[in-house]
């Protein structure tokens, strides 16, 4: 078997998200991404954490087509959703159900389309906010909105980009909650890529990897790279 058909074999035994070889520079020759390799093999809840300019974000950006990598390729099965930190950059119109629909694919029916709103909804714990003005959401129900209209949308792998760096204790907790709850659904459960600076949240994921000079390492327990993690920050002070 010759090696490309040895790759799209690779590919075709990782249905969700796979990264061969990824690079990327930006336009002033600064590297961001180098040689990434990283596959997802299951659904589930996958954490990076990495210190700012380690090339987190800009990994997301290539996966989901925001950015064109220099080489290497990039596999995903479903069309990903990037949600952002901030969710007032994400929410647009006036009502949570009318800014669902902007993320419903057009070619459904007007009541296929109302449907997957109410269900997009009731999946992330807002049911009875269907016609709620957004200006009067908590932060949470904001981040946790902006994940309904990736599920309306008919993706299957979220990039969340620190969802929770703007929220409450309570909120973030109510996100992750939902997160690991979509993760684990019995049917069609989601996968999702999560950025963070917090290490008392990579305790909550199915595998974390670690990711510096736009490297990223192999995904690892959370619970042993968290005490890994802490570890070095204690020698530090």
């Known amino acids: 078997m010759n090696h490309t058909n040895q790759v799209a074999e690779k590919y075709i035994e990782s249905p969700y998200l ?12 600064k590297k961001a991404l180098r040689n990434c390799n990283f596959s997802i093999n299951s659904p589930g809840l996958w954490m990076l954490v990495g210190a700012n300019g380690s090339g987190k ?6 996966i989901s087509g925001l950015l064109k990598q220099d080489s290497g390729k990039v596999f995903c099965k479903s069309k990903p959703a990037l949600v952002f930190q901030n969710p007032d950059h994400h ?5 949570c159900s009318s800014d669902l629909l902007l993320s419903v694919p057009n070619h459904l029916n007007t009541e296929t389309r109302m449907q997957r709103v109410q269900e997009s909804l009731e999946q992330v ?29 008919n993706s299957e792998l979220l990039l969340l980009d620190e969802p929770t760096a703007l ?21 069609n459960p989601l996968t999702a890529i999560w950025i963070t600076h917090r290490l008392e949240e990579l305790e909550h994921a199915n595998g974390v990897a670690k990711m510096d000079d736009g490297m990223v390492h192999n995904f690892e327990s ?5 005490q890994l993690l802490h570890g070095l920050a204690v020698r530090r002070v």
């Not at 309570?170 to 019995?186: D, F």
């Open 18 to 29: 796979m990264l061969n070889q990824v690079s990327f520079s930006w336009p002033c020759g």
């Open 57 to 62: 974000s800009t990994l997301f950006k290539v």
């Open 91 to 95: 929410l647009l119109l006036p009502t």
């Open 125 to 153: 714990g807002l049911a009875e906010m269907r016609s709620r003005p957004i200006h009067t959401l908590s932060g949470g129900q904001k981040q946790r909105l902006a994940i309904a209209s990736a599920i309306a949308s």
């Open 167 to 187: 929220l409450d204790p309570s909120s973030q907790n109510s996100v992750i909650t939902t997160v690991k709850q979509l993760c684990s659904r019995p049917n």
């Open 222 to 226: 959370g619970k042993k790279l968290r």
